[in-house]
């Protein structure tokens, strides 16, 4: 797997990753909130219910249903290594984490 793709998936779980909820904890944005629906931008948030990222979503919901009927929950996409290409392709579809887009996401 790409460098990058390690990377956002690592800070998705452990939760130190570029939204504002982490970002404000050290000033470097002034609020904690989403732009969009004005809840805290947490992982949860940008993973499970925030209205920016909606058609995605249903996408990855779509996947996950595909792939064995797994419901849209941080234990599904977070703690189960067969989804990370469907997680590492809805990241790359919000574009909310360019650097870490790669031009392929893996197989497996």
């Given at each position: 797997m790409p460098r990058g793709?390690?990377?956002i998936i690592t800070?998705?779980?452990?939760g130190h990753v570029a939204l504002n909820a982490?970002?404000?904890?050290?000033?470097a944005v002034n609020s904690p909130m989403c732009h969009k629906c004005g809840e805290p931008e947490?992982?949860?948030h940008y993973l499970l219910t925030c209205r920016r990222y909606s058609s995605e979503r249903d996408l990855l919901r779509r996947k996950l249903y595909s792939s064995g009927r797994q419901p849209l929950d941080m234990k599904t996409l977070l703690g189960r290594a067969?989804?990370?290409?469907?997680l590492l392709q809805?990241?790359?579809a919000t574009?909310?984490?360019p650097r870490y887009t790669t031009t392929s996401t893996p197989q497996d």
């Open positions: 793709s390690c990377s800070q998705l779980r452990t982490y970002l404000a904890r050290f000033g947490t992982v949860r067969k989804n990370k290409k469907h809805f990241v790359a574009d909310r984490f």
